[in-house]
């Protein structure tokens, strides 16, 4: 029940702020894609938590959630195969756009100085040969074709209004996505009452736009997915 009412706080939030940002700008607002992606993210965290304990964990002496993260990614592969989406419309594309590359390597390494940072200051115990694993995998498999794929699709698709920065064209779909991605880690709901985790909130959000830059700039989640991992299994190595 807890997951049940956190996720329905997420969509509440998504939905109120999102209506409010429809409001001030109709012209540019689609009422109906906002609500296609209340429902991916609904999905999307009903398969990560195995339809909140309703399907049965084959993997249940496992430390980390392998069934949850392939239940999900199979489902956004299959969302972005539909006619509304398209693949390589969603960024699920290893192709990358013509001249992109050599803009989103220093981007990149940015990236990567923040996750190195991160790792540094705040070090963790050794790891199992299967947290490596999963680090390696599943986190930017998952998570980085739903986020930065399938879900900003969704909402650049809700949001029209675009304002070019740092050589990308950003619109409110692109903010929300980073802001549901930080709240998917930061926000939750036990013991009868929400929480919220500033810190963590911002070492999710922020490295977040950077990965919507990259996808804005190169049209594929290829990078986000490698650089994901590698962010995730760097804190393992300190």
Known sequence: ???????????????????????????VFSLRWLLVAATLVLVNDALLTNAYGLIPNLLSDSDWNWQ????ALVATLLIASLPMFGWRRSGLTLAQAAGSLKAAVPIALLYIAFFAGIAWLFPTEPATAETIAFQLTMPGLEEEPFYRGILLFTLDRAFLGRKQIFGVEWGWGAVLSCVLFGLAHAFGYSDGQFSFDPLTMALTAVPSFIGVWLVL???SVLLPVVLHNFGNAITLLF
């Open 68 to 71: 949850g993260k392939a239940l």
């Open 1 to 27: 029940m807890n997951g049940i009412i956190s996720i329905s706080g997420v969509i509440a939030i998504l939905l109120l702020v999102g209506g409010l940002l429809g409001v001030l700008s109709p012209r």
């Open 217 to 219: 700039r190169t049209r």
